[in-house]
């Protein structure tokens, strides 16, 4: 421990975001990251706690090291953060940008004080690394001779590709979209995830042996038996992407989109032609409505705002979360708590007030061909007899919002059946794929799944704890021991 009382010389300081009214303009990242002094300033921060409950079950899913390399940000020593930041994380470009850091809702310095800034600490170690050249492809010295089927190119394929890579197995990923990534390609918008950052990391990945097959759809495209055929094991790592439906009365109507579609049609046209003035489904000029909260949400939000739309609207059926936390989330639990996200503080830059309508029930999607206006009702929500949270509806409260453009980001439900049907595997009552965590076989021999195909919908840290645990499973099978982390 370097700085034995830095955390009580150094105010938190966040890696802030450009303006709102600059970042409107653009689909660039947006964070404006601190000098390498501040930065290590923040490092010092970490206190050396007995017991480091940051990367513990109730923080970091890949357990990182968090108290070594924050104390070798503080030291200057950034290539040894480096090595101990990639000791137990594939991709910390991602995670330091995208992930929600329940490290640091886990923080022991955040039961009383702001905690650590260990996701952008994370951000400064990896970025640094690649500016000083301590990035590079380290193809395996040996192959083993086996061949393994990675089926999606998201965070656990890609890191169960890396991983069985390493161990020596030759690694073909196989991607239906144009684009290797998955949801860090398409779900997730250029500000937040800039492509170039992905495609650098695929890049890396291609330099060290492993294969990119885009364009085909697994169970499609080709069959379960065609990829048994070539290879030795496949991993299922396709996330869990059939989206969840709202149908009332008049879902038919034109102009009611899945936010996934809008995301992913957007993205792709800002690749394809650098600009998205022809994106599929455009919010300029329109009144949107977005219906379900969280990280998609705001992105439909953020998104909306760049596309020039004239008024914008977030639904959320359940109440406004708590500013701090409750006795229903204590330290170190992750809490859910109120937070103004770009997306959020972006429209209140934009039309003066925060789009949010929190206790709201969609009844009705009104309108000709195309929807013009969405039927609303208030709700609350009591505890019944046994604690459990139940909804009921507030007479009298209906209401009338204008629409244009409806994007539905409610959520995912499970997997999608063409390739559950062409490897015929075990399929959980949430549909989801039935393998156990840890060992993460199928009910098919040699098929193995990670990511959110088999935990559900869950977050890109997730992913690649999954992804690096099923290809340790992988390599047991593939070759009677493993020494994969």
Same mark, same amino acid.
């Given at each position: 421990m370097?700085?034995p009382?830095?955390?009580?010389?150094y *105010?938190?300081r966040?890696?802030?975001?450009?303006?709102?009214?600059?970042r409107?303009?653009d689909?660039?990242e947006?964070?404006?990251?601190l000098s390498?002094?501040?930065?290590?300033? *923040?490092?010092?921060? %970490?206190?050396?706690?007995?017991?480091?409950f940051?990367h513990?079950?109730?923080?970091?899913?890949?357990?990182n090291?968090?108290?070594?390399?924050?104390?070798?940000?503080?030291?200057?020593?950034?290539k040894?953060?480096?090595?101990r930041?990639?000791?137990? /994380?594939?991709?910390?470009?991602?995670?330091? @940008?995208?992930?929600?850091a329940?490290c640091?809702?886990? %923080?022991?310095?955040?039961?009383?004080?702001?905690?650590?800034t260990?996701?952008?600490?994370?951000?400064?170690?990896?970025?640094?690394?690649?500016?000083e050249?301590?990035?590079?492809a380290?193809?395996?010295?040996?192959?083993?001779?086996?061949?393994v089927?990675v089926?999606?190119?998201?965070?656990a394929?890609l890191?169960?590709?890396? *991983?069985?890579?390493?161990?020596?197995?030759?690694?073909?990923?196989?991607?239906?979209?144009?684009r290797?990534?998955?949801?860090?390609?398409?779900?997730?918008?250029?500000?937040k995830?800039?492509?170039?950052?992905?495609? @650098?990391?695929?890049?890396?990945?291609?330099?060290?042996?492993?294969?990119?097959?885009?364009?085909?759809?697994?169970?499609?495209?080709i069959q379960?038996?065609?990829?048994?055929?070539?290879?030795d094991a496949?991993?299922l790592?396709?996330?869990?992407t059939v989206?969840?439906?709202l149908p009332v009365?008049? @879902?038919?109507?034109?102009g009611?989109h899945?936010?996934?579609d809008?995301?992913?049609?957007?993205?792709?046209t800002?690749?394809?032609?650098?600009n998205?003035?022809k994106?599929?489904?455009?919010?300029?000029?329109?009144?949107?409505?977005?219906?379900?909260?969280?990280d998609?949400? %705001?992105?439909?939000?953020?998104t909306?705002?760049r596309?020039g %739309?004239a008024?914008?609207?977030?639904?959320?059926?359940?109440?406004q979360?708590?500013t701090?936390?409750?006795?229903e989330?204590?330290?170190?639990?992750?809490?859910?708590?109120?937070?103004v996200d770009y997306?959020?503080?972006e429209?209140?830059k934009?039309?003066g007030?925060?789009?949010?309508?929190?206790?709201?029930?969609?009844?009705?999607?009104?309108g000709?061909e195309?929807?013009?206006a969405?039927?609303?009702?208030r709700?609350?929500?009591?505890?019944?007899?046994n604690? @459990?949270? *139940?909804m009921?509806?507030v007479?009298?409260?209906?209401?009338?919002?204008?629409a244009?453009?409806?994007?539905?980001?409610?959520?995912?439900i499970?997997?999608?059946?063409?390739?559950?049907?062409?490897?015929?595997?075990?399929?959980?009552?949430?549909?989801t794929?039935?393998?156990e965590?840890?060992?993460?076989?199928?009910?098919?021999?040699?098929?193995?799944?990670a990511?959110?195909?088999?935990?559900?919908?869950s977050?890109?840290?997730?992913?690649i /704890?999954?992804?690096?645990?099923?290809?340790?499973?992988?390599?047991?099978y593939?070759?009677?021991?493993?020494?994969?982390?």
């Open positions: 370097g700085k009382t830095g955390f009580m010389e *105010q938190r966040i890696v802030p975001y450009a303006d709102a009214d600059r409107l303009g689909y660039n947006f964070l404006v990251p390498d002094g501040e930065r290590r300033e *923040q490092g010092a921060r %970490c206190m050396d706690c007995g017991v480091p940051c513990s079950s109730f923080g970091c899913p890949v357990d090291l968090i108290p070594e390399w924050n104390d070798l940000v503080y030291r200057g020593r950034d040894d953060a480096f090595k930041l990639m000791k137990t /994380n594939n991709f910390p470009e991602f995670t330091g @940008r995208v992930c929600p329940p640091e809702t886990a %923080c022991v310095l955040g039961i009383n004080e702001p905690a650590v260990i996701k952008n600490n994370e951000y400064f170690i990896i970025e640094k690394a690649f500016a050249g301590y990035v590079s380290n193809p395996p010295a040996l192959r083993t001779g086996k061949k089927a089926v999606g190119s998201g965070p394929g890191a169960a590709a890396d *991983q069985l890579n390493q161990a020596g197995h030759r690694v073909v990923v196989f991607e239906r979209a144009d290797p990534g998955g949801l860090l390609m398409y779900g997730i918008p250029n500000m995830l800039d492509k170039n950052v992905v495609l @650098r990391r695929i890049g890396i990945m291609e330099e060290e042996g492993v294969e990119f097959r885009t364009g085909i759809e697994v169970g499609v495209d379960a038996e065609a990829l048994e055929a070539e290879f496949v991993v790592t396709c996330g869990s989206p969840r439906d009365p008049g @879902r038919e109507l034109e009611i899945y936010a996934m809008f995301l992913t049609g957007n993205t792709r800002l690749l394809d032609t650098g998205c003035e994106a599929p489904v455009s919010a300029e000029g329109k009144h949107v409505i977005v219906i379900g909260g969280g998609t949400g %705001c992105d439909c939000i953020g909306s705002l596309h %739309c008024g914008l609207v977030n639904f959320e059926l359940l109440p979360p708590p701090e936390r409750t006795d989330f204590p330290w170190p639990m992750y809490p859910k708590l109120l937070k997306g959020h503080e429209a209140i934009r039309f007030k925060d789009p949010r309508e929190y206790n709201i029930l969609t009844k009705e999607f009104i000709d195309r929807v013009e969405v039927k609303t009702v709700v609350q929500w009591k505890k019944d007899e604690g @459990r949270y *139940q009921s509806e007479p009298g409260s209906e209401e009338i919002f204008r244009d453009l409806v994007l539905l980001a409610m959520g995912f499970g997997a999608e059946k063409p390739i559950l049907e062409s490897f015929g595997i075990d399929t959980t009552g949430t549909g794929v039935a393998a965590y840890g060992r993460f076989a199928t009910s098919r021999k040699g098929v193995f799944s990511g959110d195909m088999r935990r559900g919908q977050l890109v840290v997730w992913a /704890n999954e992804g690096r645990g099923a290809a340790r499973e992988v390599d047991r593939l070759m009677g021991r493993t020494y994969l982390p």
